[in-house]
């Protein structure tokens, strides 16, 4: 993109910003979505984002969220350590408990989110419970009324409050097998994208344990591979479709780490993803002391980048543009 226009653009979404900011970070005003898949949704009028897309919330889970943890490497009996950061409407815990009931592992599942009301409204909505057994429904019940649970399954506990500051309360002993990052878009939500907390949530991980997300965007790619994970893509189910990738994970390995990809769900990142993270979109998010609101962190990025030799991203766009291809910044 041509540096006057990226400007332009990002004076843009600093105006969006200030709107939105005034609320200071939180989600403003819920909206109620349906999604093409039958499950319900919810959209922030702050952040003008939907917690899902259009193509439904429970399949947002399970293809981007279950599939490339791929638990089936967890034997029986196993405990599995989970954090998810953005509990929301609980859809991502929700997927995971069921996998755990029903192959017999045991979780301690820990969980951060800023807002009690997307769960408070999803446990009184008929479509959110009728996906859920009675089982991870008192789950959800107890989370919401007590801040925790303990159960045959196993036992969580969520830190209510931003995950920023939140984090820092799990104990330095605890790893996580999984920790599952769901916030809204980086543009909209950057201060759970930054350096500083993606290298915050890596130390957190047990060794191969793996960090997912639905998020592509190169500069939070490079802030993982930072972080000294190992990043794979997320491979669309679908075999037509029109995306390259549908998500990131970054696992974390030594030298004795073998990966196995054999499921096809997961790969490495191709040339074309990898020139991205050479070129100006791949610059990180930071926010040194953990407390910058999200115009701040736009702002010092959007310094960062005009002030940056890096190839542009439009050169790279173009250099690797085709039919099949649907490029996400
Ligand atoms: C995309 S939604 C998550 C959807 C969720 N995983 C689900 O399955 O329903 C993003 C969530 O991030 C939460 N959030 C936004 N800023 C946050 C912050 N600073 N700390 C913790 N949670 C935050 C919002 O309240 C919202 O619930």
Same mark, same amino acid.
């Given at each position: =993109?041509?540096?006057?226009?990226?400007?332009?653009?990002?004076?843009?979404?600093?105006?969006?910003?200030?709107?939105?900011?005034?609320?200071? &970070?939180?989600?403003?005003?819920?909206?109620?979505?349906?999604?093409?898949?039958?499950?319900?949704?919810?959209?922030?009028?702050?952040?003008?984002?939907?917690?899902?897309? &259009?193509?439904?919330?429970?399949?947002?889970?399970?293809?981007?969220?279950?599939? #490339?943890?791929?638990?089936?490497?967890?034997?029986?009996?196993?405990?599995?350590?989970?954090?998810?950061?953005?509990? $929301?409407?609980?859809?991502?815990?929700?997927?995971?408990?069921?996998?755990?009931?029903?192959?017999?592992?045991?979780?301690?599942?820990?969980?951060?989110?800023?807002?009690?009301?997307?769960?408070?409204?999803?446990? /009184?909505?008929?479509?959110?419970?009728?996906?859920?057994?009675?089982?991870?429904?008192?789950?959800?019940?107890?989370? &919401?009324?007590?801040?925790?649970?303990?159960?045959? @399954? $196993?036992? $969580?506990?969520?830190?209510?409050?931003?995950?920023?500051? *939140? @984090?820092?309360?799990?104990?330095?002993?605890?790893?996580?097998?999984?920790?599952?990052?769901?916030?809204?878009?980086?543009?909209?939500?950057?201060?759970?994208?930054?350096?500083?907390?993606?290298?915050?949530?890596?130390?957190?991980?047990?060794?191969?344990?793996?960090?997912?997300?639905?998020?592509?965007?190169?500069?939070?790619?490079?802030?993982?591979?930072?972080?000294?994970?190992?990043?794979?893509?997320?491979?669309?189910?679908?075999?037509?479709?029109?995306?390259?990738?549908?998500?990131?994970? $970054? !696992?974390?390995?030594?030298?004795?780490?073998?990966?196995?990809?054999?499921?096809?769900?997961?790969? #490495?990142?191709?040339? =074309?993803?990898?020139?991205?993270?050479?070129?100006?979109?791949?610059?990180?998010?930071?926010? #040194?002391?953990?407390?910058?609101? !999200?115009?701040?962190?736009?702002?010092?990025?959007? *310094?960062?980048?005009?002030?940056?030799?890096?190839?542009?991203?439009?050169?790279?766009? /173009?250099?690797? !543009?085709?039919?099949?291809?649907?490029?996400?910044?």
């Amino acid at each position: =993109m041509h540096l006057q226009s990226h400007t332009q653009l990002f004076g843009k979404i600093l105006k969006d910003l200030e709107l939105s900011s005034k609320e200071n &970070n939180s989600l403003g005003e819920l909206a109620i979505c349906d999604t093409d898949d039958g499950t319900v949704t919810l959209y922030s009028h702050n952040y003008k984002e939907s917690f899902h897309s &259009n193509s439904g919330a429970l399949k947002e889970a399970t293809e981007k969220y279950i599939n #490339p943890a791929e638990l089936y490497r967890f034997k029986k009996g196993k405990k599995i350590v989970l954090l998810d950061v953005c509990l $929301g409407l609980g859809y991502n815990t929700g997927c995971f408990l069921e996998y755990f009931k029903k192959n017999e592992l045991h979780v301690e599942w820990w969980g951060l989110e800023l807002d009690k009301r997307p769960l408070k409204f999803a446990i /009184n909505n008929n479509a959110f419970n009728s996906c859920w057994s009675e089982d991870v429904l008192r789950i959800f019940h107890s989370i &919401n009324n007590n801040d925790n649970w303990n159960e045959h @399954l $196993g036992k $969580g506990r969520i830190l209510w409050g931003d995950a920023r500051k *939140k @984090l820092q309360e799990i104990p330095n002993s605890k790893k996580f097998d999984i920790i599952l990052l769901d916030a809204f878009s980086p543009q909209k939500c950057p201060h759970l994208w930054t350096s500083e907390f993606l290298n915050a949530l890596s130390r957190k991980l047990a060794l191969k344990g793996r960090l997912i997300t639905y998020c592509t965007a190169s500069a939070v790619r490079k802030s993982l591979k930072d972080s000294q994970l190992e990043v794979l893509s997320t491979v669309p189910i679908d075999r037509n479709s029109s995306l390259w990738s549908i998500g990131t994970v $970054g !696992i974390a390995s030594d030298a004795r780490t073998k990966l196995n990809l054999n499921s096809g769900l997961l790969r #490495p990142l191709s040339r =074309m993803e990898e020139e991205h993270l050479l070129t100006r979109a791949a610059i990180p998010y930071r926010d #040194p002391n953990g407390t910058d609101d !999200i115009k701040e962190i736009i702002k010092r990025r959007l *310094k960062e980048q005009q002030k940056s030799l890096l190839e542009s991203t439009s050169a790279w766009k /173009n250099k690797w !543009i085709s039919a099949k291809s649907t490029f996400i910044d």
